[in-house]
């Protein structure tokens, strides 16, 4: 199983970006997948998630309203779409997926993980 994650950069604080996460080895359609980020000296935090479907989202309180997680099953990819973005969001962000079912905002749920791509905002 591999995920990678691709999109990440520098971005002026107010700009956007997108993130991907390609997936291999699994059958995409069969797994949860979600988005984590690492800030420097903090612990890995919980994102956002999206279901096997695709029909069901959960974010995390300080990107809601601005970040938007989606799948397209064709392409084995998933998407995070960061708009507003602040200095806050600095950070490596991670995808991951899990086959239990369960949207879940524990890192600990989840089995395979991506190798990350660092996200920089400057203000």
């Known amino acids: 199983v591999q995920l990678q994650a691709s999109g990440g950069g520098l971005v002026q604080a107010g700009g956007s970006l997108r993130l991907s996460c390609a997936a291999s080895g699994l059958t995409f359609s069969r797994y949860v997948m979600g988005w984590f980020r690492q800030a420097p000296g903090k612990e890995r935090e919980f994102v956002a998630t999206?279901?096997?479907?695709?029909?069901?989202?959960l974010y995390a309180d300080s990107v809601k309203g601005r970040f938007t997680i989606s799948r397209d099953t064709g392409k084995n990819t998933m998407y995070l779409q960061m708009n507003s973005l602040n200095a806050e969001d600095t950070a490596v962000y991670y995808c991951?997926?899990?086959?239990?079912?369960?949207?879940?905002?524990?890192?600990?749920?989840?089995?395979?993980w991506g190798q990350g791509t660092l996200v920089t905002v400057s203000s």
């Open positions: 999206i279901s096997r479907g695709g029909n069901s989202r």
């Open positions: 991951a997926a899990q086959g239990r079912g369960v949207s879940s905002t524990q890192p600990t749920m989840y089995d395979y």
